[in-house]
């Protein structure tokens, strides 16, 4: 079955951090950018951050800027979230995507992930 699945929520406090995993099977993730995506309840679905197959090109949601990191590990396969700093308004089920940076801008993906939630609280 082609399908990547989050991994590494849970309950932090303020202040704290966490990373997010994102691993692809059935399908060499390599080739594909891997976005991350964020949903709170009662708010609209916001791209935190992509990065693009080689790891070269990155870009991040202003909300999340200087506190998460994109990265990953083609030969595991697997895309990371790095998240410091967290805040509440932090606080949301975090999904992972693959396709094109630009596709994923719109929130075109050609594979996502099944969500992750993440609460910040005290």
């Known amino acids: 079955q082609l399908q990547v699945v989050e991994s590494g929520g849970g309950l932090v406090q303020p202040g704290g951090s966490l990373r997010l995993s994102c691993t692809a099977s059935?399908?060499?993730?390599?080739?594909?950018?891997i976005a991350w995506f964020r949903q709170a309840p009662g708010r609209e679905r916001e791209k935190v951050s992509c990065?693009?197959?080689?790891?070269?090109?990155?870009n991040y949601a202003d909300s999340v800027k200087g506190r998460f990191t994109t990265s990953r590990d083609n030969d595991k396969n697997t895309g990371y979230l790095q998240m410091n700093s967290l805040e509440p308004e932090d606080t949301a089920v975090y999904y992972c995507?693959?396709?094109?940076?630009?596709?994923?801008?719109?929130?075109?993906?050609?594979?996502w992930g099944q969500g992750t939630q993440v609460t910040v609280s005290s």
């Open positions: 995507a693959a396709g094109d940076c630009a596709r994923l801008e719109y929130g075109l993906a050609d594979f």
């Open positions: 059935g399908f060499t993730l390599q080739f594909y950018a």
């Open positions: 990065i693009s197959p080689t790891s070269g090109t990155k």
